[in-house]
């Protein structure tokens, strides 16, 4: 599976019809249509497609023809996603109607193409599933934890400082965290 960390965006053209492509991390998700359209009165159409894991590790898919013919575009959206392998994402895409019908076909051509377009120019990365990893450690072993913690590219920390010590919440994937963990006991 594949995913991306920064918002993206591309246009596609067909017979005058101008097709503007947003795809997001899923968190940018909530609100984006709506502010879209507000940013683009005089298009017709803002079309998404989205899809995400749950806290069961179960793919969510969603889709929207926003006015487009059933199944023309949301459908065709959300296709290219599943095959691209994308998660944790969702595309918008703004639809200026150029004068021209596309017909049924030409749309949901239209909008997978705008899609395949916006992943194209995106920076797509490997997904891997974070974990969180919590920890307590005495005052004195704040350096050798930090050392530790920079020499495994562990970036994702917060610490919280009590009476009897720290309290450490990190993050990353499955790897480093095994990692840190064994290097933690040798240390201990």
């Not at 017709?44 to 023309?72: C, M, W």
């Not at 296709?79 to 017909?103: H, Q």
Request: aromatic share 10%; glycine share 6%.
């Amino acid at each position: 599976m594949r995913t991306i960390e920064t918002s993206s965006v591309a246009t596609y053209e067909i017979k005058r019809s101008k097709f503007i492509a947003h795809l997001v991390p899923i968190s940018e998700y909530k609100g984006l249509q709506e502010k879209l359209k507000a940013q683009n009165p005089k298009s017709n159409h803002t079309v998404y497609a989205l899809r995400y894991l749950n806290e069961f590790d179960q793919i969510v898919e969603n889709s929207s023809d926003d006015g487009e013919p059933k199944g023309s575009s949301g459908l065709p959206s959300l296709n290219v996603l599943r095959g691209e392998e994308m998660i944790n994402v969702a595309v918008l895409i703004v639809r200026y109607f150029g004068g021209i019908k596309l017909g049924v076909g030409g749309i949901a051509r239209a909008y997978g193409n705008a899609v395949k377009e916006v992943v194209a120019v995106s920076n797509v990365i490997n997904y891997e599933k974070m974990l969180n990893y919590d920890f307590h450690t005495s005052y004195s072993e704040i350096q050798r934890t930090e050392y530790l913690l920079g020499k495994l590219e562990i970036v994702q920390v917060e610490r919280t400082f009590l009476n009897d010590g720290v309290h450490w919440i990190i993050q990353s994937n499955e790897k480093k965290l095994e990692a840190f963990k064994e290097q933690q006991c040798m240390r201990s």
